[in-house]
């Protein structure tokens, strides 16, 4: 416990100290490059605090990835990014959480505004049951992103291409959303949430209810939207996030335990509980 | 345990063989009840249906006579009705008018039913008493109103369908002992015979009759007593239940369920709702008389007062119901309708709200059946008086479908009322099973889309 506690805190700038090398910012990127900032971030549901204090930086266009077992207060730090948590009863979320330098939990940030701008990719893929055109056309529409019929149809095919969905269902765009497989249903749950045009894309263990192959290629999608978003991704596939993640952050208990280039994270951790998971001693 | 001193795959076996036997006896055991269960319930339903259907069925054809009558210009010695003439004083039309009117009461309308009579049974002059028991009293007032609407009749025959009182309907259609003595008969001898004589001449029919649909409750003309006052009570209030407990417990509900926040204040509201759909419906009656007609002073027997009443009785249930609905609405559609930046409002409208809709309809209808067939609270605010006329407005007096059911089944004419009160639980069974259906399809509807 003490350990973690300690270990915790000197993640927040980029400048910072002892074992944190790790950590450091990808070669090359300034401070100014940094799009989410986390520092000293505790969440409470009621009495019980599930988050203790957990600060980390990540820049634009990353993919990071945070592993760790069940229960460990990924998913809940995830949800802090777009105030999702706010819809939780009894959430409380304290410390500072900025998006490009704004604190996100300022009484003056619009909670709708942000999750227009950071965007959230579920565990279970959860289509509206409407169209699969509704589906993506629905946030553009609420946010008014598109003028009229025709620029609505392009944010629908663009969206869709985005999330490699396109060819597969162009010719079936009024069908219902729900009636995709799972793999694809997901890729239409990436394009509804990349059509409100976000910076950051929140993906909360996007492929743990799907079949290899449609892991696989959301997997690659998450390679090919790297380009354009910033990626945070939970999973539960140790693979998955060394496949795929720049860095790598691992919790266990509440508590940040190590966060590093995901090459190193798993091949040279250096705290022995992140080896213990890795190795599949426990987890 | 299969330890291995045992007698091996074989010992286990036959331990499993015979506890498998147990199993499948208990199974077909709980079969068997299940099915039991399911054909008596089935056969009650049936017992329920065949006697009121058996009993009901035939009341809604009438003995009718089939008579001739001609407006003899000699006994109707009345002229048009006035009309204001120019430059005439209201006053002064007033009083011709009333004059015109004493006159027309004044006309003897059982006569032409007597006249007409005679043709088929000479003796019928000679004791009108006994002919005109023949006829429901309420008869020569449709002749009156004919007349009253076209002048131009009198001294015309017209072929009219009459109803036959109804002691000559019960006594027809053999709902009456007919070796009973004379003394214990509802009809004179000579009426009896009379009856039977015409009856066999093709003059009286059991004809299919409109009298109970269309007309009020009556006690002067049994025959022609009719639903449409009751039905008309039951429709407004209907209306005023929807019109009321659906926005109301909808809004209601959605608050409670996405928008409020879960403390103690709104846990003793969802104590109070549950508590209140547990609340005997007699209870809202007196609350109903209490506060819309003692304090707001709202008329007595209307109704808007009914209504109100059932409104308050049927608020929690479909509060409770769709709460419930939206409780299975899941939550991932929220999740994904906040999470491309949709407000709670908008989550709600958009994507919880419409799967929610087929339950919705569902606790409505629910709702609105209960409230249709509730008898005790309206009791309560005056609505089981007797009530001649069909409300034009929900401020009228009225009665309801099952409140006239109640007072029918209480009528002193047991073998003529028995038949109207089973005709009048078909209609309104028949009102329910339209709503019902009503629900089925729209949840249907709603539900086909995916």
Known sequence: ?283 | MNTPNNKGYAGIEAKVKASLKRRQREETRFRLFGIGAVLVALALVASLFGTILSKGLPSFWQSTFVLDVHFDPEVVQIGPKPVLEAGEAPAQFNERDLAWQMELGFVDFNQLLINALTKHIPAAADSPRDAMALITSGEHFALRDRVVADPSIIGKTLRLNLLADANVDVWLKGNIDRSLPDDRQQLSAQTREWADKLSADGVIKNKFSTAIFLNPDSRSSLAAAGLAGAFMGSLMMMMIVILLAVPIGVASAIYLEEFAPKNWITDLIEVNINNLAAVPSIVFGLLGAAVFILWFKLPISAPIVGGLVLTLMTLPTVIIATRSTLKAIPPSIREAALGVGASKVQATMHHVLPLAIPGILTATIIGVAQALGETAPLLLIGMSAFVSSIPATPFDQSTALPVQIFLWQGNELRNFFEGRTSAAIIVLLALMLTLNSLAIWLRRRYETRW
């Open chain 1, 1 to 283: 416990m003490n350990m973690t506690q300690t270990l915790n805190v000197p993640m927040s700038t980029s400048g910072s100290s002892v074992k944190t090398d790790s950590g450091q910012l990808p070669a090359g990127n300034a401070s100014t490059n940094i799009k989410l900032s986390a520092s000293d971030v505790r969440v409470f549901y009621g009495q019980a605090e599930a988050l203790h204090g957990v600060s980390l930086d990540i820049v634009k266009n990353e993919v990071m990835a945070f592993i760790g077992p069940s229960g460990c207060g990924k998913s809940t730090f995830l949800r802090s990014f777009n105030r999702m948590n706010d819809t939780v009863a009894g959430a409380r979320v304290t410390g500072k959480i900025t998006v490009d330098g704004r604190d996100i939990y300022d009484p003056s940030v619009d909670v709708v505004l942000l999750r227009a701008q950071v965007g959230m990719v579920f565990q279970k893929p959860n289509p509206f049951p409407k169209s699969i055109y509704e589906n993506v056309a629905y946030g553009a529409r609420l946010h008014g992103l598109a003028a009229n019929k025709s620029d609505m149809d392009e944010v629908v095919e663009s969206s869709l291409r985005r999330a490699g969905l396109w060819e597969e269902v162009k010719d079936r765009l009024e069908a219902p959303g729900t009636g995709l497989s799972g793999g694809q249903q997901q890729r239409l749950c990436i394009a509804r949430a990349v059509a409100v045009s976000p910076d950051v894309i929140l993906m909360d263990e996007p492929c743990s209810a799907l079949d290899p192959i449609a892991t696989s290629i959301i997997e690659e999608l998450i390679t090919e939207l790297k380009k354009n978003y910033t990626i945070v991704i939970v999973t539960h596939n140790m693979q998955q996030a060394a496949r795929c993640s720049d860095r790598t952050t691992f919790f266990h208990l509440g508590d940040l335990v190590e966060i590093g280039d995901t090459a190193q994270i798993f091949t040279n951790p250096q705290q022995k509980r992140t080896e213990d998971y890795i190795t599949g001693r426990y987890g």
